[in-house]
């Protein structure tokens, strides 16, 4: 098997977008799981998707465990990976 490299190269200020209506057709994701996503997409840590959203980071976790569970990743850095993906393989 060979070694394949993939590079993305986008601009850091620019937010990465993704339907939450694409996230709830192919994942299932509740609306509090799509914010949290999609928070996660552009960069932000639990902390302030929190404060952004009012909840609490215990929440936050709670409902990243479901999101893994739902989308079959294990960490974070899997699930932002599967996440700039669907946002590349957007057509608009």
Not at 40 to 69: H, M, W, Y
């Amino acid at each position: 098997m060979q070694d394949v490299a993939l590079l993305f190269i986008s601009d850091p200020e620019t937010n990465i977008r993704v339907s939450a209506d694409v996230l709830k057709q192919l994942y299932e994701l509740t609306p509090a799981e799509t914010k949290l996503a999609i928070g996660l997409l552009n960069g932000l840590n639990l902390g302030e998707i929190a404060e952004l959203n009012g909840n609490s980071v215990t929440t936050l976790r709670v409902q990243l465990r479901s999101i893994f569970d739902k989308t079959g990743v294990k960490r974070q850095q899997e699930l932002v990976r599967l996440l700039v993906m669907l946002s590349v393989n957007r057509s608009d």
